[in-house]
């Protein structure tokens, strides 16, 4: 793994400190789009015991003492945003003595907007007495959490909610760097006069590929402020025995599974567009310096990757060039993508749009460590009804296969483009996996004599809104439903 450059990163114990420029960006998209819920990160679990309320309030506060960017607000000095940290104190908790009314009130919960001046950025609730157990829905917003923060997020709350069980007051060891230090860090290595030219040299490995994609015939994307775009989801699943294939075809050609993967999509993109030179997204965890990879905090950075799956290219042949491209451009995970994509925009020899339209994520962070008999279950992730793309694939490794989910703008397509786009990638990606050598263009997009999937589709309807939210919560409760009665 790469290590961080000069200068040092160092405690410096600041109170108030400059944003990171992954913060800054989620800043400026709050500023636009005000009580949005774009970004919030809602994360349901199950509990194996009996939840004590007591207990949980001293675990939280635990937790928010010893990860400073829990108790962190947002605001403005000198014209310039800056995050000040604040003192040590309750987590907002709300308890409830009955299972959740119904989905709707998960997702009332899930998409209550957060205030970040007044802070803090961090609450949960508690709904308990339910048939399979209590429920917990931590809600953080994404300016001070990502994907690779849960493991240390819940592997403390865990330690602290054991502590408080005991009769104690929970205490976790002091962290030798916080978030602010990265942000300081982060402002002077990525400095604009310090990133120029590497700035420019990536453009110009971009220059020619285009990320303003339509999938299909679309309407035109909506000029609304990204954190306020209607986004839907469909869910679907990656059998086991094909992940497996994937990845021991990854390992035949000595790449990773994201190399794999990331062809079949780029290989199913290609038949959508007709394009054969493009950019597509994804997201790179950027904690490249061990004091960092413990941390609670934003540090995701989005990487473009060029794209170019050639009809005729075995798909082999596309797996190697994309395992090259990966290399180079998570090599620049470091460049902040805002000033990526400014540039992008005042390239006189670039089409106007977007760098990025589509995107592809592997979530491959890894899982919480909770011990050989865990209070409570992993986190699974509720739908927001909103969207930062386009189109979004993510997958995550399950108990048995991956878990996908194509997220999408309601303004530009609907669950039919979704669903097929999913059946599309799965297809294509067992053939792939079946007969490595084949060229792209002969490889099936469909499996004429299976049945259409099923959907799951949030779009704001009352209806699919509760299917989406059965089969997220049934994932946490065991495939039980919840409901007043706590009946399934």
Known sequence: MARLPSPPLTRRHAATAPLSRAQERLWFIDAAAPGSAAYNVPLLTRWYEPLDPRALASALAAVVERHEILRTTYGLRDGRPVQHVGAPGPVPLEVTARPPEGDEELARHARAPFDLAAGPPLRCAVWQGGPDGDLMLLVVHHIAVDGWSLGALYEDLAAAYGQALGGGVPRLPELPLQYTDFAEWDREVSAPSATAERV?????????????????????????????????????????????????????????????????????????????????????????????????????????????????????????????????SLSHQRLPYEQLAAAAGADRFREPGPLVSVGFVLQNAPAPRLGDRPRFGPPRLLPTGTTKLDVTLTLEYGDDGLLGTVEYDLDRYGESTARQLAGNFTTLLAAAVAAPGTALRALPLTERTAGRPPVTVLDGGRRDLAAHYRQRIGAVTGGRDVSREGEA
């Open 200 to 328: 420019g040299a990536r453009l110009a490995q971009l220059r020619g590929a285009s990320g303003d994609l339509a999938l299909g015939s679309c309407p035109p994307r909506p000029q609304v402020p990204e954190g306020d775009r209607r986004g839907a989801q469909h869910l679907f699943t990656v059998p086991g025995e094909l992940s497996t294939a994937a990845e021991e075809l990854a390992a035949e050609l000595r790449a990773t599974p994201f190399v794999v993967l990331f062809a079949a999509f780029q290989a199913v993109v290609q038949r959508w567009t007709g394009r054969e030179e493009f950019l597509l997204g994804t997201v790179a965890a950027n904690r490249a310096h061990p004091a960092v990879e413990g941390l609670i905090g934003f540090f995701v950075n989005t990487v473009p990757l060029v794209c170019r799956p050639e009809p005729d290219r075995p798909f082999a042949r596309l797996c190697t060039e994309v395992r090259g491209e990966a290399f180079r």
